[in-house]
């Protein structure tokens, strides 16, 4: 069964602090995996996008990597601000489908207190 | 932001009422999505199009129907809403180009049904 875990559930760490949210997949064919950020009542909007080839990328302030081999995936935010407070959702799309079909995780629920 | 609008964001119902929840696109996408998600939770597919006169279901069951008869716009539609069909409801569309699917959102409708 295609899954998308992702740890912690919630994180609650102080402005200027870095973090790191994980997630493991067991999405086959895998195509690629993108970080979405989601902002309390809004869509996702995404972050960072990985293909298999791929084993680290950066956006600013946000740094993704992924082992294909171990179908990890982590997001390390640095130098954390009080707008990075938002779930941040981990996202597969598998290749075996003209759908590109996308699965989600459940999400990790950030707060950045000042 | 992508171009894709959702109409209304928030909506408060009574039970037995007949919904339809608007949603468009200017990009030029062929394929459309709605995700049912709740507080905390992970997002759901429910309904997907990939592209005019094409509907399917998805893996959560709904008893909501959609409709494409032109590729921007994918309305949702309730016939009689109940308090369960309360949930926040988002739609997406996508390309993809090469290995890659990125899925763009829609803000959100909020509905609450009483």
New interface residues.
Partial sequence: KNQVEQSPQSLIILEGKNCTLQCNYTVSPF??L?WYKQDT??????LT?M??SENTKSNGRYTATLDADTKQSSLHITASQLSDSASY?C?V?D?GS???R?Y????T?LTVWP | EADIYQTPRYLVIGTGKKITLECSQTMGHDKMYWYQQDPGMELHLIHYSYGVNSTEKGDLSSESTVSRIRTEHFPLTLESARPSHTSQYLCASSETQGSSTEAFFGQGTRLTVV
């Fill in positions: 195509s690629n993108r009542g809004r869509g996702p909007v995404s996008i293909t298999f959702i996202v799309s290749r003209t759908l590109g996308l989600f995780g459940r999400g629920q």
